[in-house]
């Protein structure tokens, strides 16, 4: 069922780590293959991260194979899932029974309890976040013009962008995910700046509308100890919560952040200075 599993680390482990034990233990690849569905599994926030890239026929989210005591219940039993289409057309979630037309860069939230999913629609790749949740909350489809745009940085700084709140508690409820999706301008490069780091959560980024031949650098690590991956479009990396998360890319490009843990205030985060960034 999990294509790979990735184990919570200790920041004492980067210090010894080689760039290539970086990217198996924090980078995620190979999510969106054709006609298939990838799903992995961190044990960061127990996120499990995944891709669905329908063809012909509908994909059906898989029930759990594992571990044994779960064998043959939906994957949703005890989880949430949020859904965003960001292949260049339409696709169709199907939610017990109820069908939801998914353009470019819209989402949607599915409630724990649910019991099927399927994915429909050449050309639409989907893609996949749930996290464990204590109690259902409606089911929700997310476009960008209700998504609260905020407008952050400057193309003098080389950040200009376009930050879009999908699933937060002021537009949609959930029990633990929260998620949004940020659009760098043309001549923008890096995201999130200033760096930050939130000790109350994990976060997933997922890197993509980048042309095969450009790369993003994203950064992790303790802030005066940083260390960076090599990321390509539709890779997504692991952000542990004792770690920096900032990146600049060769181009512009999109990402989508997730997050979960203890709370689900935005605004909860450790901001770094510049200037002691090592």
Known sequence: MFERTY???????????????????????????????????????????????PGETPLDLPVQTEPASAAGHPLLERRELGVVNIGPRPGWVTVDGEIVELDRYEALYVPMGTRAVSFAGEGARFYLLSVPAHAPFPLRKVTLAEA???????LEGSNDRTIYQLVLPHLCASASLCLGLTQLKPGSVWNTMPPHVH???SEIYLYFDLAEDQRVFHYMGKPDD?????????????SPPWSVHMGAGTSNYTFIWAMAGENQDYNDMDVCDLCQLR
């Open 226 to 238: 940083l260390r960076h991956i090599v990321v390509g479009d539709g890779e997504a990396v692991i």
């Open 7 to 53: 184990y919570a680390t200790h920041p004492d482990m980067m210090e010894g780590a080689t760039n290539a034990q970086l990217r198996d233990r924090y980078l995620v690849p190979g999510l969106f293959r054709a006609g298939e569905i990838v799903l992995t599994y961190s044990h960061g926030e127990r996120f499990v991260i995944g891709g669905a890239v």
């Open 199 to 201: 000790e109350r959560r």
């Open 148 to 154: 609260n745009p905020m407008q952050r940085g400057s």
